[in-house]
């Protein structure tokens, strides 16, 4: 996983309000993308052993992170979709906002829709047939945004703490 580590001021330092609005939203979309990195590697780790059931499962958990994770594009985009500022702050916003779209598409057809629980049998081969090609666009969605967001924040002068050990 891509974290977002940008040069500027101290998060909490010197931030005015709208800056630390900008830090709180790529952060919320930040922490609400990573349990799909552990969810897509736990269900490829074992796709040719486990169990259909075991695969199910597995496959029911990286979908709730996935929506968890469109909830989180859906409620963050306003405030990128709100930004009037430069120039350079505006095509950047665009360009992020832009890439959370594309991400949230990704999400529904590779993750959502692509591995729907039908027929528990059907969905494991699915799966085991599909996952390293969803997951592969999966992954490039979120490395597209998360340069958007990285470009957005050098542009607004922010720094995106990093993630802490053992957690978010």
Known sequence: ??????????????????RMRYRDALVAVRDALSPIDAGVQTV?????TAADVTIQSKVGRLRAAC????????????????VRG????????RLLVTGMR????????????????????IVADS???WMPFRSARLREAEQAYYE????????VDVRIPPVSPGGQ
């Open 102 to 121: 594309a991400l949230d598409r990704h999400l529904n057809i590779h993750c959502l829709e692509g591995l729907t629980v039908r027929d528990l049998g």
């Open 148 to 155: 958007a967001a990285a470009g957005f924040a050098r542009t």
């Open 1 to 18: 996983m891509l974290f977002l580590l940008v040069a500027g001021p101290v998060a909490g330092q010197g931030l005015d309000s709208t």
């Open 44 to 48: 490829r780790r074992d796709l040719g």
């Open 67 to 82: 929506l968890a994770a469109q909830i989180a594009l859906a409620g963050q985009r306003p405030v990128f979709e709100a």
């Open 86 to 93: 430069s120039t350079r702050q505006t095509e950047a916003a």
């Open 127 to 129: 799966v085991r047939a």
